[in-house]
């Protein structure tokens, strides 16, 4: 069991370009999450998947922004058309699906955009 | 809107001190409240997850408890050490969950910094 895992650690993009992050959860979580930190704030929520169904999607989580989980397995987290106030750090997390369980967190992904 | 606060922001301690932080969050519809450590560059750890009022629970120089009537909860730290530094960060569950969705409600974190 490696823990949670994302990539890339660091990222610096040009306003406008597109992003993608890639999180692989604990293996057999069934329950994954997206949450994002700004500078000074404690991580916000952003999605839930319970295996490859997205279930919840926070009011934060733009038009620009689309998450999957094929086959309940890995997750992908796309940002399209970049702007600057997407500079955050993008943390994945995971947990069993047994209720009031321990929530695993990824090291995080650093977006920079420019 | 869910608000959780912890307080205070940051903390220096002396190595060697113990040392306490607080965190309020709703005291209706509780679920559950997780504490993590959160050192830099790396992932969140979990520390606690606490469910029941009167809750306490212990790991190493580590403890926390747990009011769920008034809606807080301590985290104690004792003897600290320079490993100890770190941001700690509670997390609040509300029971209006959605379809199982734990989903955390942070606070802003307290920053601890142990000075040797």
């Known amino acids: 069991d490696t823990g949670v895992s994302q990539d890339p650690r660091h990222k610096i993009t040009k306003r406008g370009q597109n992003v993608t992050f890639r999180c692989d959860p604990i293996s057999e979580h069934n329950r994954l999450y997206w949450y994002r930190q700004t500078l000074g704030q404690g991580p916000e929520f952003l999605t839930y998947f319970q295996n490859e169904a997205q279930l919840e999607k926070s009011r934060l989580l733009s038009d620009r922004f689309s998450a999957e989980r094929p086959k309940g397995s890995f997750s992908t987290l796309e940002i399209q058309r970049t702007e600057q106030g997407d500079s955050a750090m993008y943390l994945c997390a995971s947990s069993p699906n047994r209720g009031r369980d321990t929530i695993y967190f990824g090291e995080g992904s650093w977006l920079t955009v420019v | ?116």
């Open chain 2, 1 to 116: 809107i869910l608000n959780v606060e912890q307080s205070p922001q940051s903390l220096h301690v002396q190595e060697g001190d113990s040392t306490n932080f607080t965190c309020s969050f709703p005291s209706s519809n509780f679920y559950a409240l997780h504490w993590y450590r959160w050192e830099t560059a790396k992932s969140p750890e979990a520390l606690f997850v606490m469910t029941l009022n009167g809750d306490e629970k212990k790991k190493g120089r580590i403890s926390a408890t747990l009011n769920t009537k008034e809606g807080y909860s301590y985290l104690y730290i004792k003897g600290s050490q320079p490993e100890d530094s770190a941001t700690y960060l509670c997390a609040f569950i509300s029971a209006e969950t959605n379809f199982g969705n734990e989903k955390l409600t942070f606070g802003t974190g307290t920053r601890l910094t142990i000075i040797p």
